[in-house]
């Protein structure tokens, strides 16, 4: 039988070694340093210098129509008094890019120098989340709201989605931030067009329509790539360890 | 579906209960309300592109109508086999181009709207106004639809076609 209880005083080959080998860089912090980090590290600074040259502006672009901002993180939330309605929007930053769907070159067919070295722009699109309160009242009337992803106009055809659409309505606890599944939620997919009308034309009034929505697409991009730069900072630090 | 509505520009704020209510009384109006008909408003830069790419005019315009059944007689309904034939084609409106209209002549954005809208179905169905026989023809139907809206609505709608002209 073989003695594994660990008490051999023998020589054991390890296969995994917990000896560190060989670490070039140090900095004295007593933490591991490769050159792999080194070069890492170098790469974020490249990456942070070009991102800043990108950025068009440091400060967030302001929406019209009087809304007020506050962040938390990736979250956003955007408030404004309407004739005794309150009306708040939240969105995420977060998985806010859709992906690119920039068509393979077909085979034999070669893209010019120029058009292979423009990058398509990110635009963050996030799901959104329109809360509207009236004085005094328990519940909010809240509208989850999102970009459609409009297959069609990645490629020749007309774009045939309206710039921003609305998933569900749901009664919700006022001023809670779960979403109460015992709730009854209204899904459009199979709605009445009239009623679905009736409910843009409601956001419409206060002021969530197609100008808030593309306003807000501007401010997720700033803020998105704000929250990028600030990462790759972040990673900067944790890598090389200044 | 009935109506498909979509807004796809910012310029104009347009109200899509009334919008939707005026093309359901229009196709009611013709008798095409089992057709499913789109509505596409956009700006003048949309439309100005549209309307160059499909009639080499280079200028932003009021309606363009591409119907799905394109060899209609006018004034006869297309006999569709299959559900997804029920379907008239769609509607191109140039929102912003129709609101200064309006501006200029101090109109209402939606009673405009309804008289284009009305102008746009007649397309589908297959009218012309190429020609004075096709433009008297078109002018004929679109009088009729107006008078049976303004009846049923109260308002006081006029035809879209005062002059016979070729750019629609």
Redesign the interface.
């Known amino acids: 039988m073989l003695n594994n209880n660990g008490a051999s005083s023998g020589y054991r080959p390890q296969l995994f070694s917990s000896r560190v080998w060989n670490p070039s860089v140090s900095c004295g912090c007593g933490g591991l340093h490769t050159e792999g980090d080194k070069a890492f590290g170098d790469f974020l600074s490249d990456e942070i210098k070009e991102e800043q040259k990108i950025q068009k502006t440091k400060t967030l672009p302001k929406m019209s129509g009087g809304w007020e901002l506050g962040l938390n993180g990736t979250e956003a939330k955007l408030t404004r008094h309407f004739a005794g309605d309150k009306i708040s929007v939240t969105f995420n930053v977060n998985n806010s890019i859709p992906p690119s769907f920039e068509e393979e070159a077909e085979q034999g067919q070669q893209k010019s120098a120029a058009a292979a070295e423009e990058e398509p722009e990110m635009v963050s699109s996030p799901n959104f989340v329109v809360e509207v309160t009236k004085q005094g009242a328990k519940h909010s009337l809240v509208f989850d709201c999102h970009y459609p992803e409009d297959e069609m106009s990645h490629g020749e055809g007309?774009?045939?989605?309206?710039?921003f659409a609305i998933r569900e309505v749901s009664f919700q606890p006022e001023g809670d931030d779960e979403w109460k599944e015992t709730s009854y939620t209204l899904g459009t997919d199979s709605l009445d067009?009239?009623l679905y009308?009736?409910l843009?034309?409601f956001l419409?009034d206060r002021g969530v329509?197609?100008?808030f929505?593309?306003e807000l697409m501007e401010l997720s991009t700033a803020i998105e790539h704000q929250e990028y730069i600030k990462f790759l900072e972040n990673l900067q630090g944790f890598v090389k360890c200044n | 579906?009935?109506?498909?509505?979509?807004?796809?520009?910012?310029v104009v704020?347009l109200?899509?209960?009334r919008?939707?209510?005026d093309v359901d009384t229009l196709r009611h109006i013709l008798g095409v309300h089992k057709f499913d008909v789109g509505i596409?408003c956009v700006d003048n830069q949309k439309i100005q592109q549209?309307n160059h790419t499909y009639r080499k005019k280079n200028v932003p315009t009021d309606v363009l109508s591409f119907p799905f059944y394109e060899d209609l007689r006018p004034g006869k309904l297309p006999c569709p086999l299959h559900r997804d034939e029920l379907n008239l084609g769609d509607i191109f409106l140039g929102v912003e181009f129709v609101m200064k209209q309006c501006q200029e002549e101090s109109l209402d954005l939606h009673d405009a709207l309804t008289v284009v809208t009305a102008h746009g179905i007649c397309h589908l169905l297959g009218y012309r106004h190429e020609t004075e026989e096709e433009w008297t023809e078109m002018l004929q139907r679109e009088s009729y639809i107006l008078t049976e809206y303004n009846r049923l609505t109260g308002r006081h709608l006029q035809p879209l076609m005062k002059t016979c002209d070729h750019d629609r």
């Open positions: 007309e774009e045939e989605s309206d710039i067009w009239a009308d009736h843009m034309d419409a329509d197609n100008t929505a593309d | 579906m009935g109506v498909v509505l979509r807004n796809l520009q910012k704020s109200r899509r209960a919008l939707r209510r596409v549209i």
